[in-house]
Nanobody, 119 residues
């Protein structure tokens, strides 16, 4: 069973920075596709950034240039560095690990970490 745990959320003023970390256990981390999602109150969960097992990254337009996703295969972690934060970035941030088993993608989610940006 893959276990995913996020950390690093908190309260920050607009323009500030936070770094979220996602720790994974129970699987070969280097083979996992990792992603960060977020969900604001009353809204659907949306993709923020993702990084493949080969290191290719992809960002949603609203965070491009402000957020950076990275992974450390030696530490089994995937981090999200968030700079120039805006009140609209306030949400619960979730880490997702994707593993392919016999051609089927399986997703494993963390419990989420709250990020609140004050104006």
């Amino acid at each position: 069973q893959v276990h995913v745990v996020e950390s690093g959320g908190g309260l920050v003023q607009a323009g500030g920075s936070l770094r979220l970390s996602c720790a994974v256990s129970g699987s070969s981390f280097s083979s996992l596709h990792m992603a960060w999602y977020r969900q604001a109150p009353g809204k659907e969960r949306e993709l923020v950034a993702e990084i493949t097992n080969g290191g290719t990254v992809n960002y949603d337009d609203f965070v491009l240039g402000r957020f950076t996703i990275s992974r450390d295969n030696a530490k089994n972690t995937a981090d999200l560095q968030m700079n120039s934060l805006k009140p609209m970035d306030t949400a619960v941030y979730y880490c997702r690990a994707e593993r392919w088993d016999a051609g089927i993608p399986r997703h494993y989610w963390g419990q989420g970490t709250q990020v609140t940006v004050s104006s």
